[in-house]
């Protein structure tokens, strides 16, 4: 069973920040883009942002210009650092290889933007 498992997620304030983190096998991770998805109460997940195993990254129209993901090989950790955060951002983050893998899903960090 392959594990990746996510943190970093909390409530926060609109406007306010959050660095989520997963950490993925090294197998995985080091050969693999990856890449962080979000699903939001009674919406489909969807892809915010991608990082190639060379650094090139995509991010959802929804997030550009406020979120920036990571990755560091040494740690087998992949980060997503968002900014400006507004209440439809509300929802669980999980981190998956891009495309991703059924097999893959961890648990996810909650996200709550709110006063």
């Known amino acids: 069973q392959v594990q990746l498992v996510e943190s970093g997620g909390g409530l926060v304030q609109p406007g306010g920040s959050l660095r989520l983190s997963c950490a993925a096998p090294?197998?995985?991770?080091?050969?693999?883009?990856m890449g962080w998805y979000r699903q939001a109460p009674g919406k489909q997940r969807e892809l915010v942002a991608t990082?190639?195993?060379?650094?090139?990254?995509t991010y959802a129209d929804s997030v550009k210009g406020r979120a920036t993901i990571s990755r560091d090989t040494a740690k087998n950790t992949v980060y997503l650092q968002m900014n400006s955060l507004k209440p439809e951002d509300t929802a669980v983050y999980y981190c998956?290889?891009?495309?991703?893998?059924?097999?893959?899903w961890g648990q996810g960090t909650q996200v709550t933007v709110s006063l």
């Open positions: 990082i190639t195993r060379f650094h090139t990254t």
């Open positions: 998956n290889t891009d495309p991703h893998r059924e097999d893959y």
């Open positions: 090294g197998i995985i991770f080091r050969f693999s883009a």
